[in-house]
């Protein structure tokens, strides 16, 4: 399996598999019988003006840094002090290690009553959570989380949709899961480094951006039989949960949702079970419910394909199971606690709006526009995920 032999696979057009590195990595596969051949550059043109380092608020072409995504949740939170809430849920691996690093803050947002934005799963309210930039180095999934942020705060009191969401759901975002691996892509400046991992390279002899463990790996469901190569771009960690971003955010998830699944892999989620969760990811213009540890369909795999599919109404994304990822987000919150849980691929392998680094213009032109019925659809279906 590529993946276990440490190779950096990612999904393609019409079910093709792409696997990203070098001239090394294509004669590695080469060797194994493999026919590679160049699909993409890795930049795109950028914006005249972008940051040379991450001493600034924005780099290549006006990507924001993981501590101006910090700085825009405070802001938001004063702006709009009646409808938000924002956590502190953790800290990043090079902050438990004091060098540095980030705080990982998620803001709930709804029109705030007695009781709602707590840190409890036994909510009045029904709630949809997206998490983003879990794999750094997708620089547009940070940015479309903000978006979304500022679409429902901006749009509460004038927008009819958005204000009957916010009256009865809570939605929550974490823009940035993994801002170490942001910062380490940032420091490249108009040409960021391909950061896919977090920062920890306890004893890796392996120089950036090769060090770090793969968060969308690491979690504690189903985890192992991910890349085992510590150099590995989808190296799993040395144990379940073993990075502190992991562990911030599957505790987030406990705080947030009560177990509505039985432990047996087979157990479908009840259809009285509440939540949606998407986790943005780049690239393959797919909607992929879980499983990604077995190919097997999951117990509620056809309510997950019909709300998939009513997603993918709006972004024209193809709606398919994960299969060959192990230690996933959304393996972790189906899996665990039942939730309607997504990864969303955003964007093609190729062209200026493709790969890990689209021009930044192309989160207003054409991720935005394409996703925000999605999201609007998730969070409608917070409610009652498998119930239609």
């Not at 890795?42 to 380092?53: E, H, L, Q, T």
């Not at 392996?206 to 985890?223: E, H, M, Q, V």
Request: with cysteine; aromatic share 10%.
């Amino acid at each position: 399996m590529l993946e276990a032999a440490g190779f950096d696979v990612e999904h393609g057009v019409d079910g093709t598999v792409q696997v990203v590195g070098d001239s090394r990595v294509a004669d590695r596969l080469t060797a194994l019988g493999y026919r590679p051949r160049k699909f993409d550059a890795v930049y795109k043109p950028v914006v005249p003006g972008g940051a040379s380092d991450i001493g600034v608020q924005t780099f290549y072409g006006g990507y924001r840094t993981a501590a101006e995504h910090d700085r825009r949740l405070t802001d938001v939170a004063a702006a709009f002090p009646a409808l938000t809430q924002v956590y502190d849920i953790g800290d990043s691996w090079r902050k438990t290690r004091g060098q540095g690093g980030h705080d990982i803050k998620a803001i709930c947002i709804t029109r705030k009553q007695a009781g709602d934005c707590a840190l409890s799963p036994n909510s009045a309210k029904p709630r949809f959570a997206v998490i983003a930039q879990v794999h750094a180095r997708e620089l547009a999934t940070g940015e479309l989380a903000w978006r979304w942020i500022d679409h429902v705060t901006r749009g509460y009191g004038t927008d009819a949709e958005v204000t009957s969401i916010l009256d009865t759901t809570e939605l929550w975002v974490v823009p940035v899961v993994n801002p170490d691996g942001v910062d380490i892509v940032a420091s490249g400046g108009n040409q960021p480094l391909m950061q896919r991992k977090n920062a920890n390279n306890t004893g890796a002899s392996c120089s950036a951006p090769g060090y770090g463990i793969d968060l969308n790996r690491n979690s504690t469901f189903k985890w192992g039989g991910a890349g085992t190569s510590r150099c590995g771009e989808t190296y799993q960690g040395t144990a379940a949960g073993s990075e502190p971003e992991t562990r911030a955010v599957e505790a987030w998830f406990k705080q947030l949702f009560p177990d509505q699944r039985g432990p047996g892999d087979t157990e479908p989620a009840p259809v009285t079970t509440r939540g949606v969760m998407i986790t943005i990811h780049s690239y393959g213009n797919l909607i992929m419910p879980p499983w990604g540890w077995t190919w097997n369909a999951n117990p509620n795999a056809s309510q997950l394909a019909a709300l998939g599919r009513k997603m993918a109404a709006f972004n024209g994304y193809t709606v398919v199971a994960e299969g060959d990822t192990t230690g996933t987000t959304d393996d972790f919150t189906y899996g665990n606690l039942g939730i309607a849980s997504y990864t969303f691929e955003i964007g093609s392998g190729s062209g200026s709006c493709g790969g890990f680094f689209p021009q930044y213009s192309c989160v207003d032109s054409l991720f935005w526009p394409r996703n925000k019925g999605a999201f609007l659809t998730a969070a409608k279906a917070a409610r009652a995920p498998y119930a239609s």
